[in-house]
Each structure stands twice: as structure tokens, then as C-alpha cells.
């Protein structure tokens, strides 16, 4: 799916936690924790389970059947086309699916909101389960987050490792961690439905 628009969150969750409010926005100022309790609430709503993606599952949608540095492939130049970041947003979040889709039809997949993932954060990203199942370490203190926002810049990390500074990066493989009960208004989600 494509990022939780303010509307649905609202309908599902009683409340609207956004700066930036839209209906058509995807919502932010979530934490970790907002995000799973929607996918608890929506999952009794709708009677599936719903929930969010892990980080294996996040980077086979955005790359689309591509190895290319963007779902889009490496053209930075065509970043404008497909994303809300540093440079054309504004300062703030904009309409779900107001920038082109990726080959799989999946909107904002790169800027707009960091989206969180279900895994624990491990450092270097490095072996990532084939069969994309949720990865917990003992003691770990942050969780994932994937995609970039409106205040990422157009560069981007080829690495899967922290070291890079997450404002210039924007790339199929970037990743932030944050405590799982920080919010911000740079940081919403998408759900999986699990066939």
C-alpha cells in the first residue's frame, strides 16, 4: 500500500497527531508504536491482518525489480519526477501518489515521510532474511526507517550502514534509526497486507 493518508488514520485511530494537516497527506508526527497500534486497530476493523512491512519487504517494493540506486533507476536528476524531498517540497508533506509511481505502481517511495519498518534496527543491514520474516535482536533500542522525507536531500547512500547523514539521503537502500517512541513530522508509515 501507499503511505496511511491523514483520513484513513483519523477514521481508524479517533485522532489526527499531523503538523501538516491534509486528509490526502500522509499522516506524520507517529511513532513507532502509533504505527502499530493502527495496524492493530485496522487489522480488528477490517478483519485481516495488517502490518507494517519489514525492511527486506519495504526495499523489494520500492526497487520494483530494480538494482538501480532509485526505483527509478540512477538518474538524480529524474528524483523530481517521483519524490517530495529537500528541494521541491516546500518544507512540508504533500498528497499520497501526487508524484509518479514506481514500476510496481507504488507511490512516495522515496521522500514525503520517512516510513517506519517492523524490524529492530541492526547496524550494516547485512544478511537479510530470504524469506523477508521481522528481525529481532535482544536489547536493540531503535527501529528502521525507510525512504526519506520532505527534508532529505537528493543524495543518496549505496551503502546499508549508518554512516552516511540521513538529510542527504533519499536511495533505494538508505535507512535511519530512531527510538521507537519518537515522533516527528518528517515520519508516517505504509502497511503490508500479508498474502
Known sequence: YNPQPQAQYEKVMGKNPSFSKGDTKPVEQVNWNDAIA??????EQEGVEYRLPTEAEWEY???????T???FGDDESQLRKYAWYRDNS??????VGAKLPNAWGLYDMHGNV?????????VGY?????????RRVPNS???PLRGGSWSTGPG??????????YTQALGSVSRLNIAPGNAWYDRGFRVVLPL
Request: hydrophobic fraction near 35%; charge should be negative; glycine fraction near 6%.
Open 156 to 165: 543518496r547512500s549505496l551503502e546499508r550502514t549508518p554512516e552516511w547523514f
Open 38 to 43: 493502527f495496524c492493530g486497530k485496522l487489522s
Open 90 to 95: 516546500g518544507n512540508a508533506t504533500h498528497m
Open 114 to 122: 520517512w516510513e517506519w519498518c517492523a524490524d529492530d534496527f541492526i
Open 69 to 71: 540506486a532509485y526505483s
Open 61 to 67: 517494493a520500492c526497487r520494483a525489480g530494480t538494482t
Open 141 to 143: 533500542q531503535t527501529k
Open 126 to 134: 547485512d544478511n537479510a532474511p530470504a524469506d523477508e520474516s521481522i
